[in-house]
């Protein structure tokens, strides 16, 4: 077992412009620290060569660089040969690699359209691989690589899907392989707390005098819930256990992780064998669409109503016209009444209703609000100018 | 006017590890983009004082480093410090900013709790700036910094709105003011296609000679949209002008943005003066929750019901069940039958009707679907498995 650096370069004009935002960096990084392997750094670069060049350079003292990015069929695709060029290798065509590479475009081109020269070149474009290296089959139209040695470079394709696919045959593919195999393992173990904020949990960490444990300690404040996650090598496990003890004596009434369960999935698991419906105003929906994003959704989400508009609310959610009058559309009452709707209108055990300013950032804090209550299924409000209930 | 060159540095354990997304590098990104400076690489480092200074060190022949994250009052957060060490200069109490800084902090442990001598350590950690640095007042609780020149690096905070909100002053104040005033400008215009193929695009491109031309030419799909960003300085417009006018001959019938507005934005323009109301199945809530995101939804967005369970489909949305049996829940019958209830039951001028199949990646197939029908604004169906109407 032997301490294996990585390094990960995303290329793409388009991610480093903030047209997109990079989720194949962060996923691959935490692929490689579950495979034991630290990622030191994430290069974004744009499509432009020496700029690419300069991140592989930087990276040169890695043993394992990983690519995402720049394997297409047009011109700014460039990764490949930059890659190439950089291990001290060049590109040869795979002329059985471009037939394969033909037949996925082909089908496409026949469903979509285009004609067959240019994006018959576009083919063999993707097909020219580095000399030496080791192709890893399209899961898209890219060929994936490894080339290389000290560092090995794992150059893979950009759309997440593609990227994710190809990672499951890569880490099963020599030289690849045998670098992870060589790697120790790193755990990580995530607690997560609601409410708590960064100078509270900064004040316990410096007096449980953290810095001076065997543990990499991060904290984390992501839609209002403050997350730590810690890495530790195998035999910090004691470590880390004394560490979780006293963070559980301290902040345990606000611990409502400890397994790396996410707030969506603890209340899944706290849905199970009952139903739930919504009704929501500022929310619009999304309330609706985070409960139904998981799969087996359907096991206890009923449905939900989105009444924006006061008419809808009255018409759909039988909320009585004088509540609104008397306490305004964004009042507990009417959340109350709001849930209460939705339960009945939908024959759900449990309801949530949510009322609120729909401003800028307003409906994020809204939506944290009602997780809350959620979590407890039961009502707690507070806050002003949003208000949103449980209906059990 | 002179090339500025830039590189970002985003600083985060969670960040490297996966725990969430950075937004900030390519929103730093974008900003520098529309000052005229061109950002050629981010970086994202965890909470290791030598990988940041060895990322600084990489950027050291730019003219801007700009960091974020870090900041904060827990030990990890080092940026500062590391920052201070490597410009040469090291840190000193600001006692003025440790004073304005625990009044934030006291009145954050008043509201949610903490005890007060840790805290205040946490804030006089905070208070500590390299010798020399201009401070950029905290939009949360942690100060931003301006240190040493060539480069000058700009440090702001993680949370994105806290970056942001202080990005806006960070722009105004010298040094960085006048850094910024020395680049020229970067026109970007950005064209978005539906349906169009990356190998379509490609052969395009090179049938134009794309590469020859003196524009950054960076192509996209995302969601099922091709996106043509073209980045050029003032005195290539004219050459940006033919581009545009060669792929509007070619690709003009499906280009259905040419101003930089999103499939979202283009949809708002086209419900003006009139109302909208979504019944939903698969997707959950989430077309009416991107509907209502959007500012001043309210006046076109009357609401939505999402029908889950074939009951809440009869029940809720008035489809009849001889429908479903008919033709299953699945099919552009009830599909249309979603989209009149919806528009009937909230008295809307328009009704989407949303039905499909929720499986990984399902759900994203019938948005995007979706928005291709509500650009016509009448119904277009095809693909198996999934079905949408628009009722107008």
């Known amino acids: 077992m032997r301490d294996v650096r990585a390094g990960i370069v995303v290329t ?22 579950a495979h034991g392997v630290t990622a030191s750094h994430i290069i974004v670069v744009g499509d432009r060569p020496d700029d690419l060049r300069s991140a592989l350079e930087f990276l040169r003292d890695t043993d394992l660089i990983v690519t995402s990015g720049g394997l297409g069929p047009t011109a700014d695709d460039l990764t490949a040969e930059v890659v190439a060029s950089w291990a001290g290798t060049t590109m040869e065509l795979d002329p059985a690699l471009e037939e394969r590479i033909w037949a996925i475009v082909n089908r496409l081109r026949r469903r979509v359209g285009g004609e067959e020269e240019p994006m018959r070149a576009g083919a063999r474009k993707q097909a020219h691989v580095p000399v030496g290296a080791t192709v890893l089959e399209p899961a898209g139209t890219a060929p994936g690589l490894l080339v290389g040695s000290e560092p090995l470079i794992a150059v893979l394709p950009g759309p997440p899907r593609e990227l994710q696919t190809m990672w499951e045959e890569a880490v099963k593919t020599e030289p690849l392989a045998s670098l992870l195999a060589s790697a120790g393992t790193l755990e990580r173990r995530i607690l997560r707390f609601f409410p708590l904020s960064e100078p509270q949990i900064a004040a316990t960490l410096r007096e449980l005098d953290a810095d001076a444990r065997p543990l990499e300690i991060t904290t984390c404040l992501r ?20 560490f979780e003890a006293e963070l559980r004596a301290r902040h345990g009434d606000v611990l409502f992780s400890d397994d790396g369960a996410t707030i969506d999935e603890v209340i899944a698991r706290l849905l199970e064998g009952r139903t739930i419906a919504t009704a929501e105003s500022c929310t619009g929906g999304l309330m609706a669409g985070r409960l139904t994003d998981r799969a087996g959704s359907s096991a206890y989400v009923l449905g939900g109503l989105v009444v924006y508009a006061n008419e809808a609310k009255v018409a759909l959610a039988g909320v009585p016209e004088e509540l609104i009058v008397a306490h305004g559309a964004v009042s507990p009452e009417v959340a109350r009444a709001l849930a209460g709707g939705a339960r009945e209108r939908l024959g759900a055990d449990l309801g949530i209703g949510i009322t609120g300013i729909a401003g800028p950032g307003g409906v994020r804090e809204v939506e944290r609000h009602e997780e809350a209550h959620a979590r407890g299924v039961r009502p707690r409000l507070r806050g002003a100018g949003r208000s949103g209930g449980v209906r059990p």
Not at 16 to 27: E, F, K, S
Not at 227 to 238: F, R
């Open 12 to 33: 793409g004009t388009e991610v480093l412009g903030g047209l997109i935002r990079d989720a194949n960096g962060p996923w691959l990084s935490e692929q490689l620290r």
């Open 223 to 242: 839609r209002g819930e403050l997350e730590v996650a810690t890495v530790y090598p195998p035999d910090a496990a004691g470590a880390y256990a004394e």
